[in-house]
């Protein structure tokens, strides 16, 4: 597709799943691709916190899963940030709950060496 057909398809599902309302306008969209796109640590990850930091400072950006996260997400923990997330947009909890899946250490790439 391209980027008008991806993103109208984008804003028709996100309508159908009720994110976005039937006459509901959307302002503005981007589609950007990235092949083969996963954090590299490099040393690094110990600074992780002012990234996030920064992130969080935007009210309407939530970051989850494997890329969002930048830290090893299986499936199932993807879906829980997934969840925490809708549960935040509903003023249900916070963008904390969100970051707070996922904290055991032994699934982290970059705490386990590799």
Known sequence: MDDKEFIDMATK????????GEDEP?????RIKV?????????????????????????NLYCIGRNGQHRYNNMDHSMLCGIEAVRALLGETSK?????VNTEGEYHEASSGH
């Open 35 to 59: 092949k083969k796109a996963y954090p590299a640590y490099f040393g690094s990850y110990s600074e992780f916190a002012k990234v996030r930091e920064w992130l969080d400072g935007f009210s």
């Open 13 to 20: 599902e996100l309508k159908q799943i009720g994110v976005l």
């Open 26 to 30: 959307v302002r503005k969209s981007v």
């Open 96 to 100: 904390s709950s969100i970051w707070d």
